[in-house]
């Protein structure tokens, strides 16, 4: 939902206390503004912050208390909006909490809201009724090339149409003041506007992607055509990758959501993930959860919301969990350890999940079905969850065929895929690749070319994991085949 919009619903359904977490203090004040001076009577908008106070109330100034009673004292009939820049820091104070919360009651039946701008998330669990945390996006693509009109005094108009769009997409996934920067600097440097700008302005979101520290860029250019096997997988990705289209949108079809991929180690999920994002030619971030998690307890939920906020700028893109059995082991969204946090970081994960109308497309991996908390796999999450089972030996043969070509196609008539195939019952691809390789090192230290024989060799010189693993997939094969799950291969 647009900020705008989101904010005239809750401020007209009289929730008393929202809280905007965002570092772009000028533009959410704009659009408070903005939606104060769209109601008939516009309504009155007062803003405090340590150094200044309220303008114009003695007293207000560094004190959060005072600001309290001000907004408390003004009358019931006068429609207003209070914002409070970084009130966060005094949200723990015991005074200040009860203060907010006897404010929450009054201002239900008032026509007045209070409004906490602040870049982190920290809402002590005493107040998590009373406020509600409202997601405020970063700029959309309307907004970036009004903005870069502003900046570039429309200098941008001399750039040709497409490079002029390329900017605006370049700049999307930061806030408007890092695109003031960025382009400034990058004028500074090549003099000029043109592709090269671009490149600088890609080059800056790459550290801002960095600086979230639980999201990377991958660039991958493994596709379709890189994985043996898993038809059925491969034909679902295909007839998804067409909702992805600007046809499909006016068709009326949702944004697809995403998938779960669940299977032992080795099998070809993080591959698929990868030529997910080469298929809908967007780019690819990955999150990595464990890091999510762990970040200081407080810390992880401003790191989910901005995680969040980021991969939506960057939309289209698939957002690629991996192995999100590890991060999310044991968690549940009513889980209270930890004073809640993870509880609370999940939670915002999986209903983001459920609602997001952004192409954000999430691919996530599992190895493990026992730790993963049920909540995950419940419908409405994923569009599809898939079991990737070990290859079958016609599997087999076309992952051999794939690592292979990829390293021999000239030589590829030479190696007898059928028998190694047959031989490799049990082999993951990840070990039937590995095998290659060995087969390859030993020609090499022979001076000589690797042969059918040499990754025979190799393959009968390797344990799977599968022999070890035998219970862990059996219990897996169970699980797909009693619950909704589809089966990749077929
Ligand atoms: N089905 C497959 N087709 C081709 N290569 C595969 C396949 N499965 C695994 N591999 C090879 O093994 C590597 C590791 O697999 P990966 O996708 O990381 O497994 P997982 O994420 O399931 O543990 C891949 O990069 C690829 O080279
Ligand atoms: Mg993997």
């Given at each position: 939902m647009e900020a705008r919009t989101a904010l005239d619903l809750h401020i007209r359904a009289r929730y008393p206390i929202l809280y905007l977490p965002t570092a772009e203090e000028e533009r959410a004040e704009d659009d408070i503004r903005a939606v104060a001076e769209a109601w008939r009577p516009a309504w009155r908008v007062f803003v405090w912050d340590a150094v200044h106070g309220f303008v114009g109330v003695e007293g207000s100034r560094g004190m959060p208390l005072p600001a309290l009673e001000f907004i408390a004292a003004q009358s019931p009939e006068q429609p207003a909006l209070f914002i409070l820049r970084d009130f966060h820091h005094y949200l723990r104070d015991a005074q200040v909490a009860r203060h907010l919360r006897n404010l929450a009651t009054l201002l239900r039946s008032r026509r007045q809201t209070t409004i906490l701008l602040s870049p982190v998330v920290e809402i002590p669990p005493t107040l998590t009724e009373d406020i509600t945390v409202l997601d405020y996006p970063l700029p959309d693509g309307a907004t970036i090339a009004e903005h870069l009109h502003e900046l570039l005094g429309g200098l941008?108009?001399?750039?040709?149409s497409g490079t002029s769009e390329a900017l605006v997409k370049a700049c999307a996934g930061m806030t408007l003041n890092r695109i003031g920067q960025v382009v400034r600097k990058a004028l500074a440097a090549t003099g000029t506007l043109d592709e090269r700008t671009i490149d600088l302005v890609l080059d800056e979101k790459r550290q801002v992607i960095r600086r979230t520290e639980v999201l990377e860029f991958i660039a991958s250019t493994d596709d379709?055509?890189?994985?043996?096997?898993l038809h059925g997988l491969k034909a679902w990705l295909e007839r998804r990758a067409m909702a992805f289209t600007e046809r499909a949108r006016r068709y009326g079809l949702p944004h697809p959501k995403g998938l779960l991929l669940v299977g032992i180690?080795?099998?070809?999920k993080s591959l698929s993930a990868k030529a997910t994002a080469q298929l809908l030619r967007v780019p690819l971030l990955r999150l990595d959860v464990g890091r999510l998690m762990g970040s200081l307890v407080g810390e992880s939920e401003s790191r989910a919301r901005e995680m969040i906020r980021v991969a939506e700028a960057m939309a289209p893109v698939v957002l690629w969990i991996d192995e999100i059995d590890k991060g999310f082991r044991g968690v549940s969204s009513s889980f209270t350890g930890d004073s809640g946090t993870s509880a609370r970081v999940f939670g915002t994960l999986i209903t983001w999940m459920q609602e997001k109308t952004s192409p954000v497309f999430v691919v996530a991996t599992a190895?493990?079905?026992?730790?993963?908390?049920p909540e995950l796999l419940r419908k409405g999450r994923f569009d599809e969850i898939f079991f990737v089972d070990l290859p079958t030996e016609p599997e087999r043969r076309e992952i051999l065929d794939v690592h292979l070509r990829r390293r021999r196609e000239h030589r590829l008539r030479d190696f007898d895929i059928p028998t190694l195939a047959a031989a490799?019952?049990?082999?993951?691809g990840a070990e039937l690749e590995q095998a290659i390789v060995d087969a390859m090192y030993v020609g090499f230290d022979e001076k000589r070319e690797f042969t059918t024989d040499d990754v025979a060799t190799a393959l009968a010189a390797t344990v799977p994991l599968s022999r070890t693993k035998q219970l862990e997939i059996d219990a897996l094969r169970h699980w797909a085949a009693d619950g909704n799950v589809r089966h990749s291969s077929l």
């Open positions: 941008e108009t001399r750039l040709e379709l055509d890189d994985i043996g096997g180690q080795g099998t070809g190895n493990n079905i026992d730790v993963l908390p490799s019952a049990g082999y993951s």
